[in-house]
């Protein structure tokens, strides 16, 4: 079992609609969640992370995090085709170490 | 601030052959991180180097491995090339230490033929 699944997707969505991704994660050791956007021909940038359970607002985004279920979520509202890209999850050890999971390639149509 | 630097950005490799990638991390960062992406694996993580020391390393084969520099740099060598060593990778910099975001570069691709 990896340690990170995600479903790669692609997920395509009209402008202005909200986009759902989610990643679950096998190791409790994980302590810190990140989401990561990626762009094609481009490294991975981070969005926005999150320690524990629970919901975090970044602007248009938020992170969700359920430890009981080890589930991970993000979302975006108000979708912009600016927002087609890979979004990755990554869970976080402690020791400073990523495991991102295959990344969700999302098309916002204008 | 400039970002973390990557070279070369493209590298064409003959089976067997050896190649060294280069990362130049944020200035003041003093972990580098090198990932493997392939469409069909994703990101992998293959070592971190923090002050010159390998703190952390993933399951890539013996044929992978780094060193970093007193200044930060860090170098990736790949020996004896295969098919499945075609990638992007890609070196991420932090400061190592506490709640850490990492920095990606552009990456490498590296094709073998």
């Known amino acids: 079992q990896k340690e990170v699944e995600q479903d790669p997707g692609p997920l395509s969505v009209p402008e202005g609609a909200i986009v759902s991704l989610n990643c679950t994660y096998s190791?409790?050791?994980?302590?810190?969640f990140m989401w990561y956007r990626q762009y094609s021909r481009k490294g991975p940038e981070l969005l926005m992370y999150t320690y524990s359970s629970g919901n975090k607002e970044d602007g248009r985004f938020t992170a969700q995090v359920d430890k009981s279920s080890k589930y991970i979520s993000l979302f975006i509202r108000d979708s912009q085709p600016s927002d087609s890209a890979t979004y990755l999850c990554?869970?976080?050890?402690?020791?400073?170490?990523?495991?991102f999971g295959k990344g969700n390639q999302v098309v916002v149509i204008p | 601030k400039a970002g973390v630097t990557q070279t070369p950005r493209y590298l064409i490799k003959t089976r067997g052959q050896q190649v060294t990638l280069s990362c130049s991390p944020i200035?003041?960062?003093?972990?580098v991180s090198w990932y493997q992406q392939t469409p069909g694996q994703g990101l992998q993580f293959l070592f971190e180097?923090?002050?010159?020391?390998?703190?952390n390393k993933g399951n890539f084969p013996g044929r992978f491995s780094g060193r970093q520099f007193s200044n930060s740099r860090s170098e990736m060598n790949v020996s004896t090339l295969e098919l499945g060593d075609s990638a992007l990778y890609l070196c991420?910099?932090?400061?190592?230490?506490?709640?850490?975001?990492?920095?990606f570069g552009q990456g490498t691709r590296l094709t073998v033929v």
């Open positions: 180097y923090f002050s010159e020391t390998q703190r």
């Open positions: 190791n409790s050791a994980f302590q810190y």
């Open positions: 200035s003041g960062h003093r972990s």
């Open positions: 990554a869970p976080v050890r402690g020791n400073n170490r990523l495991a």
């Open positions: 991420a910099s932090s400061h190592g230490t506490g709640v850490s975001e990492a920095f």
